[in-house]
C-alpha cells in the first residue's frame, strides 16, 4: 500500500495474507485516513440494502463514520455471550442495561427512567436522567431486579455505585459487564462494591476491527478468532512485551467494512507473563487508559458521564477533536478542532444536541479553536472542569 489516502479495498488485485508476516506488506491504516476515507473503505460486495453507517467518536471526540451489517453485529454477540459464558452466565439472563440508548423523554421528571426489551429480558436504563434527586428511584428499581446481569459504561456504573454505597447498604447483582471507556482500578472497587459481585471488562470499538475481554481470572485477553493485533511503536515496529505501543488491528468479523491494519489510536501492550490461570491459550494484553475525562454536574443535580454527552458527537465528521468545557456553574463551553471546511455546521449540531439534553439549566456556547487541552501524559479529555482546564 503506498503513502496517502488507500484506495478501494477493491482496487487491488488481491488483499490475501496467510501469515503474520505477510501483513506487514500493508502499510499501517490511521484513524484518521478511515475517517476522511469511510466511504471508500466499505466493502462493494455488501448489497446497500444491508448497510448500516453508524458514527463513532473514538476517544478524542472526533467522529467518524463506519459500515457493518447485521450479520457482523450477530457475531459480535456471539463473542460478548462468550465472555459470559466465562463468567458462569448463561446467555438468556435478564440484565440491566444501562448504555447510550435514549429510552425515555428528556423532558421526563418522574419515573419510569426505564422501558423493556421483553425479546431479549433486557431493562434499558436512562443514563440521561442520573440525579440525586432521581436516585431513589434508580436504587429502588434495581432492588427490585437484584440478581440480574448489570451492564454499561464503568463511568454510568460507578454514579449508580455512590448511590447505592451512601444508602449503607448494597444491591447484589448476578454479574457485571463493563464496555465503551476504561474501567479504572477506584471505579472497578466501587462497583464490585456496591454490586456485591466481580465486574467483566470489555475494550472493543464500534469499527468491530479488534476486541480485548477479560476473563475470570482479571487477565484481558486478545481474541484470535476475532482479529488479530499487533502493538507497534511510533515507527510502526513490532514492541516487546512489556513495552507500550499503538494497537494496531486486523478484524476478521466485520466484512462490511474490513480494516488491515487499523491504527485506532489506543495503546497498551504485551504482558510479561503471557500464561493465564484460566488456561485459554489467548494473548494476554494490558491496555493503556487513555480517555481521562470528568462527569459533569448540573446546578439541578444531575450527573453526565463522558459517555452519556458524547453521544451528542457522533455524526460530526468535520471535527478533528471536540471537547466540552465546564468553565463556570451552568455553562458549558464546546471546543472544536476543525478538519474540514464544513466543521462550524458540525459544532452547531453538537451546540443545539447538547442544549436539548441539558435543558434550560445550561447555557452552551462553542468555538473553533486550533488545538485541544492536552493534560499530562498527553490524555485529551472530553470533559474538563475549571481546576483542571
Not at 74 to 95: L, S, Y
Amino acid at each position: 500500500m503506498k503513502n496517502g489516502p488507500p484506495k478501494k479495498y477493491s482496487d487491488y488485485p488481491q488483499i490475501a495474507f496467510n501469515s503474520p508476516s505477510e501483513l506487514r506488506n500493508y502499510q499501517v491504516l490511521t484513524r484518521e485516513v478511515v475517517r476522511q476515507n469511510s466511504e471508500r473503505l466499505i466493502s462493494r460486495s455488501l448489497p446497500p440494502q444491508e448497510c448500516i453507517r453508524v458514527g463513532t467518536t473514538g476517544t478524542t471526540g472526533a467522529s467518524l463514520k463506519v459500515a457493518y451489517s447485521e450479520r457482523v453485529a450477530r457475531r459480535h454477540w456471539a463473542f460478548r455471550m462468550r465472555q459470559w459464558a466465562w463468567a458462569g452466565v448463561q446467555t438468556r439472563t435478564p440484565r440491566v442495561t444501562l448504555f447510550g440508548s435514549r429510552v425515555v423523554p428528556p423532558e421526563r421528571e418522574e419515573p419510569p427512567f426505564w422501558t423493556h426489551n421483553y425479546l431479549e429480558r433486557q431493562t434499558l436504563m436512562s443514563i440521561f436522567h442520573l440525579s440525586e434527586t432521581n436516585a431513589p428511584h434508580y436504587i429502588d428499581f434495581l432492588r427490585r431486579n437484584q440478581g440480574k446481569v448489570l451492564e454499561g459504561f464503568p463511568s454510568v456504573l460507578a454514579i449508580l455505585a455512590d448511590f447505592v454505597l451512601r444508602t449503607g447498604t448494597t444491591i447484589p447483582m448476578r454479574a457485571v459487564f463493563t464496555d465503551g471507556e476504561p474501567l479504572y482500578p477506584f471505579l472497578r472497587e466501587n462497583i464490585e462494591r456496591a454490586f456485591g459481585t466481580t465486574a467483566f471488562d470489555l475494550y472493543g470499538n464500534t469499527e468491530y476491527a479488534g476486541l480485548l475481554t477479560q476473563c475470570e481470572k482479571g487477565q484481558m485477553h486478545a481474541i484470535p478468532d476475532y482479529s488479530y493485533l499487533e502493538i507497534l511503536d511510533e515507527n510502526d515496529r513490532p514492541v516487546k512485551q512489556g513495552e507500550e505501543g499503538f494497537l494496531v488491528w486486523t478484524g476478521f468479523i466485520n466484512d462490511a467494512m474490513p480494516l488491515i491494519r487499523y491504527r485506532i489510536g489506543d495503546r497498551g501492550c504485551w504482558e510479561s507473563q503471557q500464561s493465564c490461570g484460566c488456561g485459554r491459550n489467548f494473548p494476554v494484553v494490558r491496555p493503556t487508559i487513555t480517555r481521562d475525562s470528568d462527569t459533569l454536574r448540573c446546578p439541578d443535580g444531575r450527573l453526565f458521564s463522558p459517555r452519556a454527552l458524547n453521544q451528542s458527537l457522533k455524526g460530526a465528521t468535520a471535527l478533528r477533536f471536540c471537547q466540552l468545557v465546564h468553565e463556570r456553574p451552568g455553562h458549558l463551553l464546546i471546543r472544536g478542532v476543525a478538519s474540514q471546511p464544513s466543521a462550524y455546521d458540525d459544532l452547531m449540531g453538537i451546540q443545539k444536541n447538547l442544549q436539548k439534553i441539558l435543558g434550560p439549566s445550561f447555557t452552551v456556547t462553542s468555538t473553533l479553536v486550533d488545538a485541544p487541552i492536552v493534560r499530562a501524559g498527553g490524555k485529551i479529555p472530553l470533559i474538563i472542569q475549571p481546576a483542571a482546564a
